[in-house]
């Protein structure tokens, strides 16, 4: 079964309704698993699940924490060490660092961020290190094979998997090993897929493989919010779901039970300007009014001002803080809305990625698990064996890994032998041997509660003490411990039998999507992609300009562009009751200050605009989008001559000779895209580029 659900359709509300149903009409709950994408998404189905007195034996979590499970379960068949420990981003460009300096590859050229994203798209695509070499032909591709080779030894070697190897292994052991694909298929004898749109090739025949024995499969997505492409997903999974699944029953949901009628009006209107979609409307079922509105400000500055400003006087009306957020397009775009927010003082929070677990000392704390884990772990083992300062120094270090390399042993089994290792004094000794009785003391409590191990090793390392002697920042760092370890305890809490390896994997498996906290009472900053899965009365998108939405990576290329419309559709129909889009004439990009393009998706969203007043103490201009009407058709513009036709040679006083690529005719704002000689692509407001045919 494929359910096409729009947005606020009830996506989760049709899984966990769908598992009640099962489960009363004699399904086992055991046989029945419910996947989705984020831990906060998995937590709500479970909270939902359990209202219906449906959740008691279902499996319900993440792709990648069932991969976890699979792993662990059938290590020896999938080839891993069953304590392996998963590498988050930091760990895995320290690994890529380390194989491009073995393989003598210069980072300038290729840098460790490109090399890493290439091996990943790889590896979504199930492609190992050994099959890509094969196919590699150039020299980028040759050098890639290698560093991939060598990134995966790396790996290995520290009994180490990256969140792709999570996916990968999991679906090349079930399609490879008839017995676990058997085994896992009579376990899941109904599987439910929530966000089906957003997975990629791995999970895709991860699925596939699940459902091999019986084909009972339903999936519940939306092509028309796919915004993931850029991390490896494919629309086409769900676009091509009855072709996979011949005879499979369709459902559309078409209700929707959030938005007013003007903003699912404009959303409708956007994001039938997209090709590759099946084709729904969005039908209110709410009542109520509110506002869409677009205004138009001089600079980035003004905007933010404005948006603070209309937050402040929300507030003052008693709206909470939780039902107000701000979306734009990249991250660097909340910094002049902080400074806005600061000056007004209205409390925020920045729901950008997982900053609490980056910072230095929780890091420390969490390696030192991941040591007793899994002693293999050498970026852990590198960052801990002396943290805090114990007289254990990088010559140390380098003389114990060469040894273990040249031994074909671990970095920690090195250590553990440290009077084998040549050129070491006895003193340096004696400390290696400190350390190695300090670890084997703490490994004997990974069993249990996970909260009084982490007490016991932040006193007893020394990193406590370390860090209360640096003064505010140390009590600082202290705090952010301690918030660590009540995580742990209230992790400890929900757990039927708590243990530190299911621990660091829920720590690792840790997303982005988890960090906003509605607890808070406080105005949301986020990026649109961020904001997917989330509704609020009160929603402002700034930056709707050419360059920023679309993005500046869509120029010519039409699924880039699509995805972008997508993406501003998921931001468009976030908004409950009100809803504000701005964008400014000018913006201060990469140090500097340019003139803008309106987006073409503000012309898309409706079809004009009114000037009204211009706001109070600013220079904006607020216009009202005019919906066409429903009951005819908006009428047809004059047949006139286009300025400019695709193929057309034009040049520009400070780009030179170029050709024009498209046309888009907005009357005064027309927007004229140019592929120049010199390489560059420019997307130019025409009443500004003064050009001239050639």
Sequence with gaps: ?????????????????????????????????????????????????????????????????????????????????????????????????????????????????????????????????????????????????????????????????????????????????????????????????????????????????????????????????????????????????????????????????????????????????????????????????????????????????????????????????????????????????????????????????????????????????????????????????????????KVTTDKISDCASRSGITMFEAVRGANEVPGLSAAVKEKLADFVKMIDGFAQQIEGKVAPLMEKVFAETGLSVSLKGVGPEGQTAVENVEELISTAAACDKQMDNPSLVDYLQQIALFSDADVYNEASGQVALMTLHAAKGLEFEHVFIIGLETGLLPHERANNNQDELEEERRLFFVGVTRAKTNLYVSYARYRMLRGQLLRTIPSQFLYEVGSGFVHEVPEPDTDSLQYRLLPAPRSQPAPAAASLPAPYCPGELVRHKSFGLGRVKKFVDLGANSVITISFNSGQTKSLLLQYAELTKE
């Design 1 to 393: 079964m494929l359910v096409l659900a729009g947005p606020g359709s009830g996506k989760t509300r049709v899984i966990t309704y769908r598992i009640a149903a099962l489960i009363a009409s004699g399904v086992k709950p055991y046989n029945i698993g419910a996947i989705t994408f984020t831990n906060k998404a998995a937590e709500e189905m479970r909270q939902r699940a359990a209202m219906l007195g449906a959740s008691g034996g279902a499996h319900i979590s993440t792709f990648h924490s069932l991969c976890v499970q699979i792993l662990r379960r059938y290590a020896e068949a999938a080839g891993v060490g069953r304590n392996f420990s998963i590498y988050d981003d930091s760990d895995q460009t320290r690994c890529v660092k380390e194989a491009l300096h073995d393989c003598d590859v210069d980072t300038t050229s290729l840098p460790p961020g490109r090399m890493l994203a290439a091996i990943s798209a790889l590896k979504n695509k199930l492609l190992d290190a050994e099959a890509f070499k094969l196919q590699a032909e150039d020299f980028f591709s040759r050098t890639l094979a290698k560093v991939y080779a060598r990134y995966q030894r790396i790996l290995t070697e520290r009994n180490g998997l990256d969140f792709d190897d999570l996916l990968m292994k999991a679906a090349l052991l079930l399609e490879n090993d008839a017995t676990v694909r058997r085994e896992l298929s009579d376990r899941f004898q109904y599987l439910l897929i929530d966000e089906y749109q957003d997975t990629n090739h791995a999970q895709y025949r991860l699925a596939k493989a699940l459902v091999s024995q019986h084909n009972n499969i339903c999936v519940v997505g939306d092509p028309d919010q796919s915004i993931y492409r850029w991390r490896g997903a494919d629309v086409r999974n769900i676009m091509a779901f009855e072709k996979d699944w011949p005879g499979a029953t369709i459902v559309t949901l078409e209700e929707n039970f959030r938005s007013t009628a003007e903003i699912l009006r404009a959303a409708d209107r956007l994001i039938a300007c997209n090709r590759h979609r099946k084709p729904k409307s969005l039908v209110p079922v709410r009542s109520h009014e509110g506002e869409f509105c677009v205004d138009c400000y001089e600079d980035e500055a003004q905007e933010a001002d404005a948006v603070a400003r209309r937050i402040q006087e929300l507030l003052a009306q008693g709206v909470s803080g939780r039902e107000i957020a701000v979306f734009y397009r990249i991250n660097a775009m909340s910094r002049a809305l902080e400074e806005a927010f600061i000056r007004r003082r209205v409390a925020y929070q920045v729901v950008r990625g997982v900053e609490f677990y980056n910072r230095k000392e929780i890091r420390d704390v969490l390696a030192y698990l991941k040591v007793l884990v899994n002693p293999a772990d050498e970026v852990a083992l590198q960052r801990i064996i002396n943290t805090p300062t114990r007289g254990i120094g």
